[in-house]
Each structure stands twice: as structure tokens, then as C-alpha cells.
């Protein structure tokens, strides 16, 4: 017996995600292509939608 809910669903359409920035390893940061660090860019910051997990805060006292 198939499920009800399967008979509505369809497959994701992927889109290609295009980042601003690249991993500097030597660094160990992102950088921009002319060599700024991408935290200090506030219109990557609000395009990228970055975000700060609360979850470690929230199961150790100690976070």
C-alpha cells in the first residue's frame, strides 16, 4: 500500500549555488575574490542568510 501523502509529492529541482567567497585554508578563513575577508562584507552576510547555531548552548551549561 503506497501512502497518501506520496502520491502528491514531486522531486526537489536542484539549483546551482553560487558562493561570493572561497576557503582560504592558510587562513583558515572565507575570503573574497579581491582578498577581503567575507565576515567583513555585510551584503554577502545578507545574501548568504548566514546564521549562528544555538544548539551547543542549549544542551551544555558550560557553551
Known sequence: ???FALNYT???VQ???VTPYAYDSTRQ???LPDG???ILDRA???AM???VST???KTHFDD
Do not use: F, Q
Request: without cysteine.
Open 10 to 12: 514531486r522531486p526537489v
Open 15 to 17: 539549483t546551482p549555488a
Open 44 to 46: 554577502v552576510l545578507v
Open 1 to 3: 500500500m503506497r501512502p
Open 36 to 38: 577581503r575577508l567575507a
Open 29 to 31: 578563513l572565507n575570503v
Open 49 to 51: 542568510g548566514a546564521t
Open 55 to 57: 544548539a551547543g548552548s
